[in-house]
């Protein structure tokens, strides 16, 4: 008698053999198997392959530093021709950040004097993207070429140092916003830990050494009491994650400037406003709700303590910093080793007339020709603080800064170009 398969051994019920439904039960078991095989797999597929960031190639504000397109002869023609200088005695700078706020009036007014200006920014969607844009379009009229690429990019980084013998870096890239920062905190410390180490890195094994000159924040004093806030004053407080990655940043200079020798330079900014600003300030917000009709909050203290700011307009911020380059001393290392004492600093860039934020509104009223309608609020625990205020004393021997933009004026020029911009405030912004 034919011996049966080990398989067919196995009744299908007690003291019964049913061969032939049990092979058909196989065969569909394994049909079934082969089905949910592929199942899996595609889904493994889908989830390591298709990402968000890469599922809209399209959006160049969602690209990964691995997708953006550099190099190649071209490329390093308009490299070089943006940081090509125009002035016997000027600096060939490499901007980071360019196309944001400050980057973008930084890079411009280094262009206008005769700098070697190049702009590098990753086009993020902190904000609306078109903003930056916008400014990027700015900024290439008047001959500043900005790279798309992520401070996180080693390899470019170090294409651009090959490409440019950098003689200064104005280091303004950051993930910006305080109460964000509850939202994404990865971003922060991928931006403005990781990528300032990154910077630092290359700049390091440059040769020559850059001078560097980085944004800090008013953000680092958190839940100092002491006013004004003076470059002295502690800084071991934050109140924010944000605050947290700036004062980071600053130990960090620390550590490169004592290794290697890097000429640091960090400045703390109280609260910039102006044109082209950030549209996630609050002065910005705004304008925009003003002119819509909707409420806009704005918040107390304890007690129904005032909230103020050091409101420091945009103009002023440059000098500063134009300021921080032009008195920066070279760094001293060379290939990555420390010859001697490098130059390390850290300034206030403020106002100095700290205002309530009720009497900001009472002013964008008046400008706007619309009445705010007002929900006071207690101030949340999201990292914002009560008020700023800054000592510059430091600024004003050292650097030569002295504001003189009041914020009376500076919001009248930032609430023309806004109505320009979003034709009439008819348009929303992001």
């Given amino acids: 008698m034919k011996q049966m398969s080990h398989l067919d051994d196995i009744p299908s019920t007690p003291g019964k053999f049913k061969p032939y439904f049990h092979r058909t039960r196989w065969q569909s078991s394994v ?18 392959y298709r990402s968000p960031v890469s599922s809209n190639p399209a959006d160049p504000s969602r690209r ?16 070089r021709s943006s940081a090509r200088l125009r002035t016997r005695r000027g600096f060939s700078v490499l901007v980071t950040g360019a196309a944001g706020f400050v980057g973008t009036h930084v890079s411009a007014a280094l262009k206008r004097r005769g700098d070697g200006v190049l702009g590098l920014d990753n086009f993020n969607d902190y904000y609306d993207p078109s903003l930056k844009r916008a400014r990027q379009a700015l900024l290439e009229r008047s001959g500043v070429f900005v790279v798309e690429g992520d401070i996180n990019d080693a390899a470019l980084l170090k294409k651009l140092f090959e490409v440019v013998p950098f003689t200064h870096v104005m280091h303004l890239a950051a993930q910006a ?40 924040s008013s953000s680092v004093y ?8 003076s470059e002295k004053d502690r800084t071991d407080q934050p109140a924010s994650l944000y605050a947290a990655t700036k004062k980071a940043g600053e130990e960090i200079a620390h550590t490169y400037n ?6 640091l330079t960090g400045l703390r900014f109280f609260t910039v406003y102006g044109p ?7 002065y910005f917000f705004f304008t925009r709700d003003i002119l819509k009709g909707k409420a806009i909050s704005i918040f107390e203290g304890v007690n129904h303590g005032t909230v103020a700011r050091d409101f420091t307009y945009i103009d002023d911020i440059v000098k500063g910093c134009l300021g921080a380059l032009d008195t920066a001393e070279k760094s001293t290392g060379s290939g990555g080793k420390k010859r001697g004492a490098a130059q390390l600093r850290v300034f206030n860039l403020g106002n100095t007339s700290p205002v309530p934020v009720t009497d900001l509104v009472t002013i964008l009223e008046r400008l706007l020709k619309v009445k705010a309608k007002r929900n006071i609020m207690k101030l949340p625990r999201n990292g914002d603080v009560q008020f700023t205020h800054a000592n510059i004393s430091s600024a004003q021997r050292e650097l030569g800064y ?13 609430a023309r170009w806004y109505l320009g911009y979003y034709n009439g405030g008819k348009k929303a912004a992001s």
């Fill in 177 to 216: 916003g305080v109460r964000y920062a509850m939202e994404n905190p990865s971003s922060y410390v991928h931006s403005n830990i990781a990528g300032f180490v990154n910077l630092l890195e290359v700049c390091k094994s440059a040769n020559p050494q850059p001078a560097i000159v980085w944004a800090s």
């Fill in 222 to 229: 958190g839940l100092n009491t002491k006013v004004p806030f």
């Fill in 402 to 414: 002295k504001p003189t933009t009041d914020l009376q004026t500076g919001l009248k020029k930032f």
């Fill in 276 to 282: 082209w600003g950030r549209p996630d300030m609050a």
């Fill in 64 to 79: 990964s530093l691995r997708t953006y397109s550099w190099g190649g002869p071209a490329w390093e023609k308009r490299v």
């Fill in 31 to 48: 049909a079934k198997l082969a089905f949910w095989s592929l199942v899996f797999v595609g889904l493994i597929f889908i989830f390591f």
């Fill in 258 to 263: 004592h290794i290697y020798g890097l000429s």
